[in-house]
Each structure stands twice: as structure tokens, then as C-alpha cells.
């Protein structure tokens, strides 16, 4: 059964078997898995949207599109679990996150230290004038 | 490889004159002696502040006296707190040509800008008799530092980096990585790798200090384009960071300046000791590089997943980068492409490997693409250190 992270095929145009099979034949896998305890994997070419991502022998559509370095979901995580990647936590999950799913700011918090963004930034001075 | 000798024993890669200014008020009057001289390793370093510093005259004089120096003008205005008579007489100790230019006193601008450059020729005539020896690998001192990181940094440039530090390490060279701040996460494994019993619980000072650091400014060593690039925390980014420094035991802690005693591999601690005052510990990279520097790196090992361009006065910056798209890029502004890695162009052995050739080459003389485009940043911040503990240095 695909994960709820999946969206309807009817509504991936451009979709052909033929493109995706031979994709998955002629290129290096997408995604890399740096240490077997890992619960995200790594994107290693920049993957546009309704492109097929290959995980666990199930195929993910990508629904926004994801960078070269980005994370996507191993498997589904619960809120509040931790984030495994190159064998060792990176944070929490502060949402649930679907197999194949985006994982970045909006969904995982480091333990440590807060992230800073420019969108962040911008808002802080907008509020001090 | 030969290598210029210096009477403290050192051997540089490079026989360059520095000019320095001791206070921003005299930085317009040192870049003008410098430019007729631009392209012939003379090159610019100072210190903006008008009010003195124990960290400020201890990078200086590390600066001046760093191994790839040959010469020194020192350009004062006059009125500022530099104690500049005290590092005239300890550069002049080593037997480098080293003057003092006072703005004030040679009558302005133009007069100081004219007898600069005159001073410049002649030292250069009596660099050339500087005597030219055998380099040995193990003559290097290398160090190593990231820079707009993005999410690839951490799975080719900088594990490649480490393949290379282990060679560096292996055969008697001096290694150094840095940045403690961007090492928070990793600090029990990296104790793990303490080659004496003392050390473990002093590296794990050193994060703590650069956790507690941090948390008193708000957030951590993490610009916006890190989380653009993919990263998307602090642990995250320092985990990627952390494969610098390969797999070598580590052998000491040092602080800005402090020049590693033998071979081996060392963690720069460059956060400030005490009550936060300072700000931004790292508040740009060029200030990190000249920190390595400063400690004697004859070269900088510069990873970079986004794209940085920087180099830098006195030692050549090796850029390593990490991201196959920025190197399409910025490829003129890259010394190794590391990023083929993920496009199944290279292993991370071929590319370490690739890395320690090119120290060798950049070592031996060949420009790296930061000095052939002319790069010679320097930054000196204010900044306040305590010595480093018993335990942090081999013995």
C-alpha cells in the first residue's frame, strides 16, 4: 500500500512508464542511504516534482521539488521522534512525516540550538520598526 | 618541494611581504602601497580596531612571523593603542626586514604612501637572499574549514578532506580542524578519539563552552543558505562539518595562534573563554582562515557545498567543492570537484587523494585558483583566550 504522502496518479501529468523506466535504468540512484540505522535519505540529484522517488521497493512521487541534499522520509515518523541521519540523531520531528516526505525546517527542530532563517530574519526587523 | 627557511626553523611556501595596518585608520594608506606591488606577493593584513587587544597583537604577530612571511611594514597612524614599537622589535627578532611606517610623523598620505613603497623594493632585494631548502610532507602544516555548506559538504568534500588529513597525519604532517561551534552534536564521539586519557574530558570542554556560547547569542553557526542548501539543523550541519577531520586519533586542542608542537591532528578552539562580550565567535570565514593561519597552516583546505570565492593573504586557500551543480557554476573559483562523487564521476578515495596532490602542487609553487584570481582577504576581530589546559598538548 503506498503512503498517504502519495497524491492521486490521475493528477501526475506527464507521467509515463516508459520515461520513469528508463530514468531508473540510466541514472545513479537518487537517493543515498549514509548509515543503515537512518530514517532519511538523501537526495544526491535535484528531483523535480511527479519525478519517481525509489524507496523500500515503493515508488514516490516527489510533490515539491527537492534540491540536491535534501532529505526525504525512510519511512513514516511519528512527532517527536528523533531524526536519524549518518547513524546519529539530527533533531526531532515536530510533525508527522510520511514515507517519501520532505524533511527540513518545517518538520524537524534541532535539540540543540535553534535554526536561523532569512525568512526569520526579515520578520525581526520588520517587528523592531 | 623546497621551502623558504625562517630563523625559528619553520620553512614557508611561499616568501611574501606583508604590510599591515595597525588601525582602520591607516588601512587606506597600506592597500595604496600595496597596489603597484599586487601581483608580486605583497600582500595586505590588519586590524581595524583603535583599542588594544591581547588576541588582536597575538594574531598580528603570528601573522607577521608565520613561515610564508618574509617581510614586514607595519603602517600606524599614530594615536591609536596597537603596541606597535613591541612588534617592530619582535619581528626584527627574527631576522626578517620588518619597518614602521607613523602617518602621523612622515607627513601624511602621499609621503607615507611614497616611502612604503620605496621600503617595499628594498626589502624584496634582501628577501632574495632568504635560503631555499628541502619541504618534506612533513614540514606541512594544513588546515581546514567549511564555508557555505549546503547538504552535499557533508557526503563528498569534507569526508574527502578527512581522507586527506589522514594522509597528512600518516605521514608526519600537522592537521588542523576547527570551528567548535559547529562541532556541537558530535562531542562524545570525538572525545572517543583522544589520544591520551586527558584530553577526552577537554574536548568536551570545548563544545560545551561552544554550546553555552551560542546559546547566550541565540543560535548557532548557521547562516540561511546552510538551510537553503538542505542542512536543516545544528547537529546536522556539525555532523557534516565533523568528516573533516578524518579518522586520525586526535592529538591536541590549540587556540588561535598556538602553533602545533609536532605532528598530528589538532582541534582549533575558537571560541572565546569567559562572559560572552565579544559576539560572533566565527563572525565570517576569512576570520576563520586567518585564525588556521595564524596558528602556521601553510594551506587551507576550504570546503564548499553552496559556493564560497574567498582566499587569503599570506597562505593559499584550497577549494574543495562539495556541490556537482555550484561547480558547473563557479568552476573557476574551485581547486577540486568534489561533487562528481555523487554523479558517479569519482570515489571519495579518488578525490581524497586528488585533494593531498593538490596540497603538494599548491606547496611546490603552482597558484590555486583563489591565488591566480587575486584573493587576499584577511579579517582580525577582537577576541579573548585563556592559554590551553594541561592535557591539551602532547607531551
Known amino acids: ?129 | 618541494m623546497k621551502g623558504y627557511l625562517r630563523s625559528d626553523g619553520r620553512k614557508g611556501i611561499r616568501n611574501v611581504v606583508a604590510v599591515v595596518y595597525l588601525v582602520e585608520c591607516a588601512h587606506h594608506v597600506a592597500r595604496e602601497i600595496v597596489l603597484p606591488f599586487r601581483e608580486q606577493q605583497v600582500h595586505l593584513i590588519g586590524f581595524s580596531g583603535c583599542y588594544p587587544n591581547a588576541y588582536a597583537y597575538r594574531m598580528l604577530q603570528r601573522l607577521c612571523t608565520h613561515p610564508n612571511v618574509g617581510a614586514t611594514l607595519l603602517v600606524s597612524l599614530g594615536c591609536e593603542g596597537f603596541n606597535r614599537s613591541a612588534l617592530l622589535d619582535e619581528i626584527r627578532a627574527t631576522g626578517r626586514p620588518a619597518d614602521l611606517l607613523v602617518i602621523q610623523q612622515e607627513g601624511g598620505t602621499r609621503r607615507s604612501i611614497d616611502q612604503g613603497r620605496r621600503w617595499i623594493e628594498s626589502a624584496k632585494e634582501q628577501m632574495e637572499r632568504t635560503p631555499i631548502v628541502d619541504f618534506f610532507v612533513s614540514d606541512l602544516v594544513v588546515g581546514t574549514v567549511c564555508g557555505g555548506s549546503d547538504a552535499t559538504s557533508g557526503i563528498t568534500a569534507n569526508p574527502a578532506v578527512g581522507l586527506a588529513f589522514d594522509r597528512f597525519v600518516a605521514e608526519g604532517a600537522a592537521a588542523i580542524f576547527e570551528e567548535s561551534g559547529e562541532l556541537i552534536g558530535c562531542e562524545q564521539v570525538m572525545a572517543g578519539r583522544a589520544a591520551r586519557a586527558a584530553l577526552a574530558p577537554e574536548l568536551l570542554r570545548c563544545v560545551d563552552k561552544a554550546a553555552r556560547y551560542y546559546t547566550a547569542l541565540g543560535h548557532g553557526s548557521f547562516a540561511p543558505g546552510n538551510a537553503e542548501g538542505g542542512l536543516s539543523t545544528q547537529e546536522e550541519k556539525s555532523m557534516g562539518a565533523y568528516c573533516k577531520s578524518g579518522n586520525s586519533p586526535i592529538s591536541g586542542i590549540l587556540k588561535p595562534g598556538d602553533v602545533p608542537p609536532q605532528g598530528g591532528l589538532y582541534l582549533l578552539d575558537v571560541v572565546p573563554d569567559g562572559e560572552v562580550r565579544w559576539g560572533f565567535p566565527n563572525i565570517n570565514d576569512v576570520q576563520e582562515i586567518g585564525e588556521l593561519i595564524a596558528c602556521g597552516c601553510h594551506v587551507t583546505l576550504f570546503t564548499t557545498g553552496r559556493g564560497s570565492v574567498v582566499g587569503s593573504a599570506i597562505s593559499p586557500v584550497i577549494k574543495i567543492c562539495a556541490n556537482p551543480e555550484t561547480y558547473r557554476r563557479l568552476s573557476e573559483d574551485m581547486d577540486v570537484n568534489a561533487g562528481r562523487i555523487l554523479e558517479g564521476g569519482a570515489t571519495l578515495e579518488e578525490v581524497g587523494a586528488e585533494i593531498f596532490e593538490k596540497v603538494v602542487r599548491v606547496a611546490s609553487g603552482e597558484p590555486s585558483a583563489s591565488e591566480a584570481l587575486g584573493h587576499q582577504e584577511c579579517a582580525v576581530v577582537y577576541k579573548s583566550f585563556e592559554p590551553v589546559g594541561p592535557g591539551c598538548l602532547p607531551v
Open chain 1, 1 to 129: 500500500m503506498l503512503s498517504p504522502a502519495v497524491p492521486d496518479l490521475n493528477e501526475v501529468d506527464e507521467w509515463s512508464l516508459e520515461r520513469n523506466l528508463f530514468l531508473m535504468k540510466n541514472t545513479p540512484p537518487q537517493l543515498l542511504r549514509l548509515h543503515s540505522a537512518d530514517n532519511v535519505l538523501t537526495v544526491i540529484a535535484t528531483m523535480e516534482p511527479k519525478e519517481l522517488l525509489e524507496i523500500e521497493g515503493m515508488q514516490v512521487p516527489v510533490r515539491n521539488r527537492l534540491p540536491i541534499g535534501h532529505k526525504v522520509a525512510a519511512r513514516a515518523i511519528g512527532v517527536g521522534e528523533k531524526i536519524i541521519k549518518y547513524g546519529v540523531p539530527i533533531g526531532s520531528a515536530t510533525a508527522e512525516i510520511a514515507l517519501g516526505e520532505h524533511v527540513h525546517t518545517h518538520n524537524l527542530k534541532s535539540d540543540y540550538l535553534p535554526t536561523f532563517e532569512r525568512e526569520t530574519q526579515s520578520r525581526f526587523f520588520e517587528e523592531k520598526i
